[in-house]
């Protein structure tokens, strides 16, 4: 988020000062690693979250057109700065890996027959297939078929034109685009405070992790995009508009093989339906990885608990955050969720034949010898009051924007880093709406739908998706 919002930045002032402040002793490490998340271009092929299923039965895809939007406008951006150059290699950090969605039982097929139903002539959804048919099925995923019950009613959806992300290395790309035009970064320093002072000038001060020796900074504007440590920084700036605000720590576990035999029988992302009470950020994948051109498989999340609010923070977070302004929030957060708490118990105490069994739901053959678990990044869901007053837990993003535009944060997560970019344009339009206007020609250079919706247009979403596929070397 950061890395995107100063590559904007740089672009629209290139005479303003950028000064990058990392904690840990290199970038990426967080939510950004490879490892950290499924690293799916999310873009609503084949997350059934975003397409849930109305009390008439109808299928709502408000939000999955929202969200293959934003990707879009993603794609666009990334697509400008290959062309300039400042990602060079886009196989670096994209890859085409086909979306699926894949259920079993009658009602499961019957509700993917009816997503498809509503996805299928729409301009960002062109090209999606459906298939309840084993064999058709089996050619997309040769892992889901074999061992699987005949009898058994399935169904999938494929899109060919999805991709897999390496969001780490589209950061460090981003990262040394920005130092080569004159950015700082400074890795190694830790921001304990922040105060505004009466001239308007934020003062931030901190530690460097070597040697413990502190540090301070005036900048006019600031912006935490500290992954899950963002709520905490927030209120320590005091700004108003995080008051109520709590955050949700949720953490988790993938299955992982490199087994080349293994991989070398599935290129796709897999997505199927959450467990009843399960946040939809732990809906179960079977998923390509390409990192460092290298593939692997990997199968999860298994939700668990922390109180962390980042993987390498302290397990005092949760606790740091509790305030007078929040307590109601958190409590009535808990007490509406106890699904979710419920939920996330029972992943915590589940035991690795439980794990392996829930792979198997996936890919019936499979041996667990064959897969090891590896941790997850952390997320922190968004905990406020929502327009009834009464506490939620928010799954997706949210900006937390000071009233006079000096410093604004990211809280959640999922979709997260594939929709950075119109996430970043929500910043600029929020903290310099005096010169969004006369940033309008350079926006719509770097992104050329700047201002419309291509979801209304099937030629220009057609004309605008081709040539961003053609510049990023993916299938249109």
């Given at each position: ?12 002032e ?29 873009s ?42 400042t ?28 997503r498809f ?5 729409h ?10 048919d ?29 991709t ?104 796709a ?149 594939s ?12 903290c ?45």
């Open positions: 988020m950061s890395a995107t919002l100063g590559s904007l930045l740089n672009r629209l290139p005479s303003w000062k950028i000064v990058i402040l990392e904690r840990l002793g290199d970038i990426a490490q967080e939510s950004s690693n490879p490892w950290n998340n499924a690293g799916t271009g999310h609503a092929l084949c997350e059934l979250n975003y397409t849930p299923e109305r009390p008439d039965g109808t299928i709502d895809i408000t939000n999955a057109v929202k969200v293959n939007e934003q990707f879009q406008v993603s794609r666009q951006f990334w697509s400008t700065l290959v062309e300039e150059g990602l060079p290699q886009p196989q670096r950090f994209i890859n085409t890996v086909p979306h699926m969605t894949f259920v079993w039982g009658e009602t499961n097929v019957e509700y993917l027959r009816k139903e509503a996805l299928k002539d301009p960002l959804f062109a090209g999606m297939e459906y298939s309840e084993a064999r058709q099925i089996r050619q997309w995923a040769p892992l889901l078929i074999p061992g699987r019950a005949k009898s058994e009613p399935i169904a999938a959806t494929y899109m060919k034109v999805g897999d992300i390496d969001f780490g290395a589209l950061t460090r790309l981003l990262i040394d685009g920005l130092t080569a035009k004159g950015a700082e970064l400074r890795l190694g320093h830790r921001v304990t405070g922040l105060k505004r002072t009466r001239d308007g000038i934020w003062h931030l001060h901190g530690t460097r992790e070597v040697g413990s020796a502190p540090f301070d900074l005036d900048a006019r504007f600031v912006f935490v995009g500290a992954g899950g440590g963002a709520l905490n920084l927030l209120q320590r700036s005091g700004i108003k508009e995080i008051r109520g605000y709590g955050g949700f720590p949720i953490s988790g576990q993938f299955f992982r093989t490199d087994d080349p035999a293994i991989v070398a029988k599935h290129q992302k897999v997505y199927g339906k959450a467990s009843v009470g399960a946040p939809p950020m732990s809906v179960p994948h079977l998923d390509t990885r390409i990192v460092d051109g290298t593939p692997s498989l990997l199968f999860g999340p298994y939700a668990g608990f922390s109180t962390k609010y980042l993987k390498q923070g302290s397990l005092l977070d949760l606790f740091a955050a509790l305030r007078p302004h929040n307590l109601g929030t958190f409590i009535g957060a808990g007490l509406k969720n106890l699904d979710l708490v419920q939920y996330l118990v029972k992943e915590v105490l589940a035991s690795r034949a439980h794990k392996v069994a829930s792979l198997r739901e996936f890919f019936p053959n499979a041996d667990g010898r064959d897969w090891r678990l590896i941790t997850a990044g952390q997320r922190v869901q968004v905990m406020k009051r929502g327009a009834d007053g009464k506490a939620v837990i928010q799954f997706g993003t949210e900006v937390v924007a000071g009233a006079d535009g000096s410093i604004a944060g990211l809280l959640g997560a999922s979709p997260g880093a929709t950075a970019v119109p996430i970043m344009l929500d910043v600029l339009a929020r310099f709406p005096g010169r969004i206007g006369d940033w309008e020609p350079e926006l719509k250079r770097l992104i050329p739908s700047f201002g419309t919706q291509l979801s209304s247009n099937k030629a220009t979403a057609a004309k605008v998706m081709k040539a961003t596929a053609k510049e990023l070397g993916i299938p249109a």
